[in-house]
């Protein structure tokens, strides 16, 4: 685990005090979030956007989103209901525009139905879209649509039944679909078609839309209704409209049945199919046959549906249910039938509230499953045992079963808990490797977590290529077949990985610790006490919350009370004391009040004050002295009791007066050395020779005659402590406490210039020797004790409720600062030393829409530069830090230039996607070219069996470049050691990658450039582009086996076999080469399947499909089946279905048409049993996909596969032409494929590997080059040459004649010859792309968070 330690001292527009902690998020945000494929997540709490990095589960950043326009400043600003990252990639065309953060925009939509843009780099929006400000109907959900492949669309669901579609640079509304009255739930995009989305709702309607432009013509629209159960949705919706009255109409889904959900997700494997999850029903439907594949009702003991997510991976489901707990399920082999194979807890039941929390959210981590595909094809399995294993280490031992798949959940409860959960499926121990394929078997990335392994932080333990590689090495090192590993004998585990508490319910109270110069005298010493960074959060739940305000999250949060916590105070700074009252009954009206000190070292909580029978009056309020030895407990319309808070709290008098408030002296501390004189311009400047550093700073020398002085300014000696009050009558007056004494101070009281008081006085503040007063009418009073001084103003608001002054440190030319929180929910800064205090005021212009319940001082400033710091607990539950700068008497928010207090993280925040753009680029690029693992500055010890690097220290002193693997083949030699000295600033503080990812790029950077790419891409979050470069090598193999196959082979060869065998070839090409990367089973494809382009993957993934069918009837049904059947090969099956058509059907004279045209492909006999069925006249045409079918009869397998594609079938025509067709033949309809797949689609990853596959490498280069991605396109040709260099390399290997012919023939790619003009402008645009990079790093100022 990483060693704490603060984040690089790097500058940062937002490294300042300003910060904030969300409350927890509620049903009131439809349970919206969003894990972006970069490993951010962002969900609403409030009105406000938490920004989490999901791999550490440290708080990134708060967004508030503004308060409306047209609404007043004292309204609360509404809640945020959904969130949605952007789809964009990092952009890289640098040569033609400036660096943009387009990659980390933000949608958000809230319920008053605005959509906004936030770019989160900024932390503001960008962007507000045209929704109706009449209509107030909330958004429920919102989705990304890409319509054309450099910009999206933004869908959202409005109100119960609207879907709109927005252009997202001028914001207007260009397309509106009404449902109702249907509730529309949720909306989702299509994995396989960017252009495609669907939308959900409550009743089972389902609608497909295909975004081909942004006018209306431009958009299909497809209609489905999936069949459930509405018995208890209609109940609901009776009742709803019986107790509103119809006033609801506007509220979407999760408003008008906040528990009644209905979600649903494409299938990341199978396209067309969806699984979609109802309260009580689980639903497997395929689009393209309209109809329900599989249909299962709740088990049987379980909550209901909250949520269905499937595994990228795997053939699993994983579905939440609204009581807190997550089934599996698997489907059965060649069949969609899911089964529910386990069911796990997502709210341990041990060290939970009372009630549980809810789930309100799920999700599945995405680029986990990316950077799982790349270990499990390139980890290095060696056959024998591993001579380094590490006894030391707990992680090396091998008696844990194999591991075939790893999930990482994210799950977000209501009491402010976000849990990252680790799903393991676990094989039979008795699987073994098998030697001669580099695949692993089954899908082993990552050793198993320990299950005590359950912390608050996260703790890397292991990189999946290294602990899966010692997982294998301790396998049996003999060969052996491969092995059958099913679904269904795999066991599955579930393990909490990561914990993160955000404040845990909505904040009531909030203490920052004061400590004095007596509250460490009585211990010896002449030092103030220590002002900690923390602050105390009374909740709506009972609990205090204490938080680090260094850190900005929550250190310790201590169930205290059973309901709200009233009031709240630190005893110095390491006890608490809190209370809460409840009424006994309404009759006799008696109160029970809790009074409790809780420790915050031991998490003690011990109360006191404990009475038999309850009281007649409910405590008010509490006061702490600021030594926290003394405390006031103020009754409602009774005495005030004065309390020593010893080891066992005693009660030293009970004060029969009428008192208003009370307030104890702020702590004083001993004068500083001399300082110069200041200048006085108030009363308050006069009364003193020196400024006095406040007590709330840190440890500052002091001698004992300076300990002395303070009594002769006014205040009492060591042990005593003095605190103001004022009466109902306006009579005010000074109470020293000393030991078990209590006197009057009798101070000088004011002169006859003070105001006859016109209201009572509701706030008071008191520091030595001033007393500062405000009333119910807004007017604000000053008195010096000591002279009898005094002043007034009226500050034109409501009654004032809190006074604050400000902490005060040597040199600062005034001690009269003061926050005023007035009874209308806000705030304002007064310095009273100014000759007129309002006008100079800092009233509260940058928080609308945030009311403030409570606020203070923090008490950490150490120099006059240090800006004043705000804490304020919001009514939206929020808690936030405002930084106040003060210029000599000016005062004013925001960051000015100064030094950066660094923020302290337990660990480094690793997540590259967050550095400036340029850096970005520069670390995407020194990780494809190839790093040495010791660059990586981590706290792990076993990356290369390495000691233990100190921050800083470096492995070559020398030059940066001998950091590079090896000279980088393309491109300017001295760009890699610059951008390395660039990004010297984050390696020196570890947050480059975090142990685990560093671990994997060590195994990885020697298996050769593609694996290097498909890393960098997937550190991004670049999923589509790592698969691209995992199957690149498999592509490329396959075009130059089939080049192969062109050329003439030996004599001899063509005399014992006129043509190679395709697979014969390959197998002789890979049967001497060492254990290339790209090669692997059928079974470790996982998401790899979007990128299938090969004959017998693409043959497969039909026939799998099949058998779903077969029970289906309907004639649509028979046409889909026929049409299946045809693709695959199977005519027999194809001519019997259509022959068991009844002649009563509409389809009956097509059918038989294509039945004895297909019959006459089998059989004479089949096509005699055909013709005897037919009717002689075919009265009518068939759809478009029979003439297809009559092609295939006479063997026109080309034109088939054209008018399939025609009709828009592309996958339909792969599939046939991988049945029929071979050689060019094959590729043509893959390079027309590919094309459709890149302008259409706007997929370029997926057309390049068709491409690749087709042969055509140059139309890759156009395509890359039309992106402006001149790297990748660099970067894809130094792969190419690679690859083709090591499967020419191992040809030769070989003494026969036709390996030479081969070598000859194959000397370069077709298309990427050295000399070739296209491949000379890649090298000349990749060395202007470095230029530009480094000059634009150069530029940008390093900053982490």
């Known amino acids: 685990m990483s060693s704490p330690r603060p984040a690089p001292p790097v500058h940062s527009p937002q490294d300042s005090w300003d910060s904030m902690l969300p409350g927890p998020p509620s049903r009131n945000n439809f349970g919206s979030s969003d894990l972006s494929p970069s490993g951010l997540l962002a969900f609403p709490s409030g009105s406000s956007i938490s920004v989490l990095d999901s791999r550490s589960l440290q708080l990134v950043s708060t967004l508030p989103l503004p308060v409306p326009p047209s609404t007043s400043s004292n309204s609360l600003s509404p809640f945020v209901t959904s969130v949605r990252w952007t789809p964009l990639p990092l952009r890289r065309d640098l040569l033609s525009t400036e660096p943009s953060s387009s990659h980390l925009l933000l949608a958000a939509a809230d319920r008053q139905g605005r959509i906004c843009l936030l770019d989160f780099r900024s932390r503001s929006p960008v962007l507000w879209f045209e929704t109706d400000p009449a209509s107030k109907s909330g958004v429920q959900d919102l989705c990304w649509v890409q319509a054309r492949s450099d910009s999206c669309l933004l869908a959202s669901i409005n109100g119960p039944s609207t ?26 995009r299509d994995p396989f078609d960017s252009r495609h989305f669907c939308v959900l709702g409550l009743k089972g309607f389902l609608l497909s839309v295909k975004v081909l432009g942004e006018t209306e013509a431009d958009i299909i629209l497809r209609e489905f209704q999936i069949p459930t159960d509405c018995a208890e949705l209609q109940k609901l919706e009776r009742d709803a409209a019986a107790s509103t009255n119809g006033s609801n109409s506007l509220s979407p889904a999760s408003a008008a049945f906040p528990l009644y959900m209905v979600r649903f997700a494409f299938s990341p494997h199978w396209r067309h199919i969806v699984f979609v999850s109802f309260p009580r029903e689980l639903v497997v439907f395929d689009m393209k046959y309209e109809t329900a594949l599989f249909t299962t009702a709740l088990p049987r003991g379980c909550g209901k549906f909250l949520d269905v997510l499937p595994d990228p991976n795997k053939d699993l489901l994983y579905c939440a249910h609204l009581d807190g707990k997550l089934s599996t399920w698997r489907r059965k082999e ?93 094989g039979a121990e008795s699987m073994q490797k098998d030697d001669t394929n580099l695949g692993l078997v089954a899908d082993v990335s990552e050793a198993p977590v320990p299950e005590t392994n359950a912390s608050m932080v996260v703790s890397s333990t292991g990189g999946p290529a290294m ?21 269904e004998d795999m066991s599955f585990k579930i393990s909490l990985v990561g914990q993160l508490q955000l404040l845990s319910s909505t904040v009531t109270m909030l203490a920052v610790p004061s400590p004095s110069l007596t509250a460490t005298l009585a211990r010896g010493g002449n030092y103030p006490a220590v002002a900690v960074p923390l602050v105390a959060l009374g909740t709506q739940i009972g609990t205090i919350d204490i938080v680090d305000v260094s850190a900005n999250s929550v250190a310790a949060s201590f169930s205290v009370h059973n309901g709200m916590v009233r009031g709240l105070r630190w005893l110095g700074n390491s006890r608490l004391v809190s209370f809460s009252y409840s009424q006994v009954n309404e009759k006799s009206g008696g109160y029970i009040n809790r009074l409790v000190v809780t420790c915050t070292r031991s998490g003690l909580n011990k109360t006191f004050r404990v009475l038999q029978k309850p009281e007649r009056a409910p405590i008010r309020a509490l006061r702490a002295s600021s030594s926290g030895r003394y405390l006031l407990i103020l009754f409602r319309d009774a005495p005030v009791e004065v309390w020593a808070m010893t080891k066992t709290p005693i009660m030293l008098r009970s004060l029969a007066l009428p008192f208003t408030v009370v307030e104890w002296t702020l702590p004083t501390v001993p004068r500083p050395a001399q300082t110069g004189s200041s200048r006085q311009s108030s009363s308050l400047s006069r009364d003193r020779t020196d400024l006095a550093s406040d007590g709330a700073s840190t440890p500052t020398q002091a001698s004992s005659s300076d300990s002395k002085a303070v009594s002769s300014d006014g205040s009492q000696d060591d042990t005593s402590e003095s605190f103001a009050f004022a009466l109902v009558n306006g009579a005010l007056g000074v109470f020293e406490v000393h030991g078990r004494r209590i006197r009057d101070f009798r101070p000088k009281w004011p002169s006859s210039s003070f105001v006859s008081f016109d209201g009572l006085i509701t706030a008071m503040a008191y520091r030595l020797p001033h007393v500062v007063m405000g009333d119910r009418s807004g007017n604000i009073r000053w008195w010096d004790i000591t002279t009898g001084h005094s002043s007034s103003f009226n500050t034109h608001r409501e009654g004032i409720r809190r006074i604050k002054f400000s902490p005060v440190v040597a040199g600062d030319h005034s001690r009269g600062r003061i926050a005023v929180l007035f009874y209308d929910n806000t705030f304002s800064v007064f310095d009273l030393d100014s000759q007129d205090p309002l006008a100079n005021s800092l009233l509260q212009p940058q928080f609308p829409g945030t009311l403030v319940l409570e606020l203070d001082w923090l008490p950490l400033r150490t120099d006059k530069k240090d800006p004043l710091v705000l804490c304020i607990a919001g009514a939206d539950g929020s808690f936030r830090l405002v930084e106040v700068h003060t210029n000599d008497k000016k005062l004013g928010y925001g960051p000015q230039s100064r030094n950066i207090k660094e923020r302290f993280r337990p660990m480094p925040l690793c997540s590259p996607i967050l550095l400036p753009t340029p850096h970005a680029l520069a670390l995407r690029m020194v990780l494809q070219l190839g790093v040495r693992p010791s660059w990586f500055n981590t706290c792990s010890t076993t990356i290369e069996k390495r000691p233990h690097l100190i921050p800083g220290a470096a492995l070559y002193s020398g030059d940066l470049r001998n950091y590079m693997i090896e000279l980088p083949p393309v491109g300017d030699s001295v760009v890699p050691e610059m951008l390395l000295k660039i990004l010297e600033p984050y390696r020196k503080e570890g947050c480059i990658i975090d142990d685990e990812r560093a671990k994997l790029y060590a195994k990885l950077v020697n298996k050769g450039c593609s694996v290097r790419f498909a890393f960098a891409a997937a550190i991004f979050g670049e999923s589509s582009e790592a698969f691209f470069w995992l199957q690149l090598p498999h592509a490329l193999k396959y075009l130059i086996n089939k080049l192969v196959n062109k050329y003439p082979q030996n004599p001899h060869v063509a005399a014992s076999n006129s043509e190679l065998d395709d697979t014969a070839i390959l197998k002789r090409i890979t049967s001497k080469e060492r254990s290339m990367p790209g090669t692997r089973k059928k079974d470790a494809l996982g998401q790899l ?59 009956f004279y097509p059918n038989a048409l294509r039945a004895v045209a297909l019959s006459s492909a089998v059989s004479r006999s089949l096509l005699e049993l055909a013709v005897k069925v037919v009717a002689a006249n075919m009265v009518r045409t068939d759809r478009s996909l029979s003439g297809t079918h009559l092609l295939c009869a006479v063997g026109r397998y080309q034109e088939a596969c054209s008018q399939l594609q025609d009709a828009g079938c592309w996958t339909d025509a792969a599939t046939l032409a991988a049945t029929h067709l071979k050689g060019s033949d094959y590729s043509r309809v893959l390079q027309r494929w590919a094309g459709h797949v890149l302008h259409a689609e706007h997929n370029i990853w997926r057309a390049l590997i068709l491409y690749v596959a087709a042969g055509a490498l140059q139309e890759v280069l156009v395509a890359l080059r039309e992106a ?43 298309g990427l010859d050295p000399d070739n003009e296209d491949v000379i402008a890649v090298g000349e645009f990749y060395g202007q792309y470095q230029r530009k990079l480094v000059h634009l790093c150069m530029d940008s100022q390093p900053f982490s968070d």
């Open 467 to 487: 602990e899966a590689g010692k997982q294998l090495k301790c396998l049996d090192g003999s060969r052996s077949g491969p092995s059958n590993s099913t679904l």
């Open 1268 to 1310: 402006q991605q001149p790297d990748t396109a660099a970067m894809f040709i130094l792969a190419c040459r690679e690859i083709h260099e090591e499967i020419i390399a191992n040809l030769g290997n070989s003494d026969d004649e036709s390996s030479s012919l081969m070598k000859d023939k194959l000397r370069h790619l077709p």
């Open 1089 to 1147: 399947r979007l990128m299938a382009f090969e004959q017998e993957e693409l043959w497969e993934t039909a026939n799998e499909r099949i058998p779903w069918h077969e029970k289906l009837e309907g004639e649509e049904a028979i046409q889909n089946r026929v049409h299946e059947l045809v693709s695959v090969g199977n005519l027999e099956a194809a001519v019997s279905l259509l022959l068991s058509t009844p002649p009563e059907s509409s389809y």
């Open 334 to 426: 060649r069949e969609q039938i899911h089964i529910m194979c386990s069911m796990e807890e997502l709210i341990p039941s041990i060290g939970t509230s009372v009630p549980s929390p809810s789930i309100l959210a799920v999700l599945i981590c995405q680029s986990d499953s990316t950077f799982q595909n790349v270990g499990k094809l390139y980890s290095d399995v060696p056959h024998s045992s591993s001579p380094d294993v590490d006894f030391d280490s707990p992680f090396d031992f091998c008696d844990e079963p194999l591991l075939v798949s790893k999930t990482h959940l994210i799950s977000i409860s209501d009491d402010g808990k976000i849990w990252n959960w680790l799903l393991t499926a676990e």
């Open 163 to 188: 879907l709109s579609l927005y252009n997202i640079s001028s914001g207007r509304c260009v397309f509106q679909y009404e449902a109702a009255p249907e509730f529309l739930s949720c909306l989702r």
